[in-house]
């Protein structure tokens, strides 16, 4: 196909000639075969072209090679050594390599080579494959030198039999100063494909301010290879190849290669990047192509991501410059990493299947996304929005560390996943799930959400979870607990609910409640630290409440099921009334605490038991306030409806708990009106057992 200017494929722009002497400029002709070969007005057919041919002019074009009359030259090959010491630059105007002949087999070549650097200029240069599906072609540059084009088109090319080649390598630089564009080219799976290799430390440049410059691959039957430290650098990519492969793709680079994208990567859902053996990839924009990272030592850098296009790692490392997406992210292996220094963002509900490492300052998942993982994950925070999730993928196991999590959406934590959440600040409608066998461990919580300790599942474990320092759980928080270990080191002030809902759970940590505490029908709960209950307790029929510190407080105790108390016992703040709608039981280490400020109710300590009560332990009585004790007080501290057993040690019925004021207390536990435990202070010897007598108590058996 003929050159017209201005159109064609151009290499270099600059038409502007310098003369040079014939000693510092020079382009010479060291092959050339066939007739349909020209530079300028010499010409292989008529003979003024020929091998050796030196050109010191600075202005010479067009270059055409394969242009000529049908069948009249099958072979054409036009071979050009170009020195420019002075770097003063050819112009070359128009370059044409192209086909005539739709019949006979036909090879266009040609080959620009530098020996001393310099710089080469063109207008235009076009490849046309003129539809002919026979025959060879290729364009080489090589060597020490610059070729500058104005913009390169490559089309035409129908099933070739074999690879249509544009070479860059041996350090050649190719510089497009508009656009480099291959379209029309068609091919079928068994044809050879049109190629832009860039290989040995060559350079194609595609870069300049202008908005048209641009590297476009719009049609299936074209590919970009880039290898042995080979560069392109262009401001936008357009890949439109479609049926890729891996074993096919539209880019492939490897052996350190380096594709560099300014802005955007736009590709049909069938176009394929693949890296291999330490290659490297940057886009300064998003890309709607795939991109597969198949070498541990190959890396994606990406500014920003909120595309659909398809990331996937199988193994290598995807970085991002500032803040970054997920949403394009499609699957990453175990040896793969992804480096955020800023926000990584997780817009939509990608799915990574077998990540390696993914290492963030903060990881943010947007409202409604899902990021489904099995990763070694490493932030300065993570911050989920409400209707998110995260959780690990189907196999494997999700290690994540993090100095702070703020969770609206959704946390599960399953069997072989490592969390550390630093300090949680879990938010309503948050939701922290520990499955069975699980854990968790964060450095506080703030929780206002629910965390659910769930290990139910008959072979799956205890569902774990720990907080290193304080555990604060707000008014609206729920923390629920079946099968389940919570270690609150740091303790735990529960405003909220607290619940055991499921089989047999354990709590360490001192817990300060004005919330509610519920262990619910059929279940147990044991806490190996202190309770301080300024709320409710209700532990339902057949639960089990074990505590083995100390309890105190002045809240409630309801639920008709049974408490056991092993440590220490002290109701109220100060003394206190209190209803205890369940049973009690006081374990033999036990030791309760009953403290006295007055006579009138609510000055001194009582309970008052629905259930049975079984004493044990130790009883210590302490007057506040100032109060004195005289003679013939009584104070009622433990009202039992149903049965009482036990005795307190060393304290028999009618025991002399101590001297007080000068007065002495006693001890019964047969209060004749309560049938509780009560203690007395009598005038003189006797008295008490005078009024028994008199028939002024009325008397409860003891069990």
Same mark, same amino acid.
């Given at each position: ?28 002709? %060291? =092959? ?24 010191? !002019? ?100 129908? /099933? ?10 041996? /350090? ?33 440049? #595609?870069?300049?301010? !202008?908005?048209? =410059? ?20 262009? +401001?936008?990519?357009?890949? $439109? ?38 290659? @490297?990839?940057? %886009? ?8 597969? #990272? ?26 991002? #410059? ?35 490492? %993914?290492?963030? &300052? ?9 990021? @489904? ?37 959704? %946390? ?82 529960? *405003? ?33 630290? $202190?309770?301080? &209950? ?7 029929? $057949? ?19 049974? #408490? ?24 033999? !280490?036990?030791?309760?605490?009953? =403290? ?33 004790? *005289?003679?013939?007080? +009584? ?17 028999? =019925? ?45 008397? +409860?058996?003891?069990?």
């Amino acid at each position: 196909m003929p050159i017209t200017a201005p159109r064609a494929l151009a290499l270099c722009a600059g038409l502007s000639a310098v003369v040079a002497p014939a000693d510092a400029q020079t382009l010479s002709v %060291i =092959e050339l075969q066939g007739r349909n070969v020209r530079i300028g007005s010499n010409s292989a057919a008529d003979g003024t072209l020929l091998n050796g041919t030196v050109f010191t !002019s600075s202005v010479l074009g067009p270059i055409v090679v394969g242009d000529g009359p049908i069948s009249n030259s099958p072979v054409n090959t036009l071979r050009l050594r170009f020195e420019d010491q002075l770097d003063l630059g050819f112009d070359l105007g128009d370059i044409d390599l192209s086909y005539r002949s739709f019949f006979a087999e036909e090879s266009s070549i040609l080959v620009i080579e530098g020996v001393a650097g310099g710089v080469l200029r063109s207008v235009d240069f076009e490849y046309d494959g003129m539809l002919n599906d026979r025959g060879s072609s290729s364009f080489t540059l090589l060597g020490d030198m610059t070729l500058r084009s104005n913009s390169v088109s490559v089309f035409n090319h129908r /099933n070739p039999s074999g690879d249509r080649l544009l070479s860059v390598s041996g /350090n050649a630089r190719w510089e497009v100063l508009n656009s480099l564009e291959f379209f029309d080219n068609r091919t079928n799976p068994n044809a050879g494909r049109v190629v832009l290799d860039v290989s040995g430390n060559g350079v194609v440049d #595609v870069n300049s301010p !202008s908005f048209e =410059e641009r590297l476009l691959m719009r049609d299936e039957g074209s590919r970009i290879r880039v290898r042995d430290n080979g560069v392109i650098n262009t +401001r936008f990519l357009q890949l $439109d190849s479609a049926n890729a492969t891996l074993a096919d793709p539209t880019v492939r680079l490897s052996d350190h290669a380096d594709l560099q994208v300014g802005e955007n990567i736009i590709g049909d859902t069938e176009s394929l990047v693949l890296l291999e053996d330490n290659a @490297a990839l940057t %886009i300064g924009g998003r890309t709607t192509s795939k991109i597969v #990272v198949n070498s541990a030592g190959s890396r994606v850098d990406l500014s920003s991501d909120n595309s659909p296009g398809m990331i996937d790692l199988v193994q290598g490392t995807l970085r991002f #410059v500032s803040d970054g997406g997920l949403s394009s992210v499609g699957s990453a292996s175990p040896d793969s990493v992804i480096e955020v220094p800023g926000t990584l963002l997780v817009n939509t509900t990608p799915t990574i299947t077998a990540a390696g490492t %993914i290492n963030a &300052n903060d990881i943010s998942l947007a409202a409604g996304a899902n990021l @489904a993982i099995t990763a070694d994950i490493s932030a300065n925070s993570l911050t989920t929005s409400a209707g998110s999730t995260l959780s690990k993928s189907d196999e494997g196991a999700l290690v994540l560390t993090v100095n702070a999590t703020d969770n609206s959406g959704r %946390i599960t934590v399953a069997p072989g996943d490592a969390l550390r959440l630093g300090d949680l600040t879990n938010r309503a409608p948050g939701d922290v799930k520990v499955t069975p066998g699980a854990s968790a461990v964060a450095s506080t919580v703030d929780n206002s959400g629910f965390v659910n300790l769930d290990g139910t599942d008959t072979f799956g474990g205890t569902a774990r979870f720990e907080s290193e320092f304080a555990f604060e759980n707000r008014s609206l928080g729920v923390v629920r607990l079946a099968d389940a270990e919570l270690r609150a080191r740091g303790g735990l002030v529960n *405003e909220g609910d607290l619940r055991n809902e499921a089989g047999r759970s354990i709590l360490f940590g001192d817990i300060t409640s004005s919330g509610s505490v519920t262990i619910t029908q059929d279940t147990s709960l044991t806490l190996f630290d $202190d309770l301080s &209950n300024n709320g409710t307790v209700d532990v339902g029929i $057949d639960g089990i409440l074990t505590i083995f510190g100390t309890y105190s407080g002045a809240g409630s105790i309801g639920g008709g099921g049974d #408490v056991n108390l092993l440590g220490g016992f002290s109701v109220g703040n100060s003394p206190a009334a209190v209803d205890w709608d369940a049973s009690l039981f006081l374990g033999p !280490s036990s030791s309760s605490l009953i =403290e006295i400020a007055g006579t009138a109710n609510g000055m001194f300590d009582r309970i008052s038991i629905t259930g049975d009560f079984a004493i044990a332990g130790d009883l210590d009585v302490a007057f506040l306030d100032g109060f004195l004790l *005289e003679e013939g007080m +009584r104070f009622d501290v433990f009202n039992v409806q149903g049965s009482t057993s036990g005795l307190f040690n060393g304290l028999a =019925e009618g025991a002399l708990i101590g001297t007080f004021n000068g007065v002495d207390l006693f001890l019964t536990y047969d209060d004749p009106i309560t049938g509780g435990v009560s203690l007395f202070s009598v005038p003189t010897p006797g008295a008490f057992t005078l009024l028994i007598g008199a028939g002024l108590f009325a008397r +409860r058996r003891r069990a």
